[in-house]
Every structure is written in structure tokens, then in C-alpha cells.
């Protein structure tokens, strides 16, 4: 298995790579089976004829989480991060929650509103786009 953001090789049960960090699945610019590097807009290596856009298997232990869960929390408690929170975004989850409440307090509700609608606007674009992935890369069903 290669990496397919830098081409290192990489073993079958490695979650990141060691060179660049990334972790495993994400990137386009690398085959995944030879490691050789492919065009942007490639759907099969030219090297080894491995289709290059299948969807990713999801690692051993890892869940798919279901896209239609992670849109409803969004917009129904996006203001807490709670979508965040089930995605595997903690920080950023955190953050939302955080200005949420607090920030809720200090500005009579203001901040918590505003992070009502960026969770909403989050909880819409979780359900119309085809290629969200959870925190892990692992695309959602």
C-alpha cells in the first residue's frame, strides 16, 4: 500500500503516513497500489490499471457513520457541535460549544445564535455533498 498524498510506501495496517502525516485513503496525487504518481483527474493508473476513484474501504474497527445523522445533529444541534462531536471533530466541536455557551452568556444569546446557524449551514452541506468523510477519512453512508 502507498501513500496516495506522497507515494511512500506504507503497511496495511498503518492509519497515517509516516512521511507526510496524511492519513490513509486521503489524497489523489499517488497510486494507492504502486505508488506511482497519477494526474489529478485520473480514474485508473496508467502503471498497474488499479481504478483509482472505488470508494475507500473502511478500516477494521472503524464504523461508517451515517451521513443522514451527522446533517440532522447539525441542524438540529449544530449550535452545541454536537455533529462535530459524532464526526470525530472534537476540536473544533469543542470550540462551538464553548462559544456557544459561554460566549451565549456574555453576549444575551448572541454567540449562541450565531453558532446555531453555522452549525445549520454545517448540517446542510453534510447532506448535500457526496464526499464528506468523518475525522478519520472514512467516507459516511
Not at 94 to 109: D, E, P
Not at 115 to 128: A, D, K, P, R, T
Request: aromatic letters at 6%; glycine letters at 14%.
Amino acid at each position: 500500500m502507498f501513500c496516495k498524498n506522497c507515494g511512500n510506501e506504507m503497511l496495511d495496517t498503518a492509519a497515517v503516513c509516516v512521511k507526510c502525516g496524511v492519513g490513509v485513503g486521503q489524497g489523489a496525487g499517488f497510486c494507492h497500489q504502486c505508488g506511482v504518481s497519477v494526474a489529478p483527474n485520473a480514474t485508473f493508473c496508467t502503471n498497474c490499471g488499479v481504478a483509482l476513484t472505488s470508494k475507500k474501504s473502511v478500516p477494521a474497527g472503524d464504523a461508517q457513520k451515517s451521513k443522514l445523522t451527522a446533517g440532522l445533529l447539525g441542524i438540529f444541534l449544530g449550535g452545541l457541535g454536537i455533529h462535530n462531536f459524532y464526526l470525530g471533530f472534537n476540536s473544533r466541536a469543542l470550540i462551538q460549544l464553548l462559544v456557544s455557551l459561554i460566549g451565549g452568556l456574555l453576549t444575551c444569546g448572541i454567540a449562541s445564535f450565531a453558532m446555531s446557524i453555522w452549525g445549520l449551514v454545517e448540517g446542510i452541506m453534510i447532506l448535500v455533498k457526496d464526499d464528506k468523510t468523518d475525522a478519520n477519512g472514512i467516507p459516511l453512508k
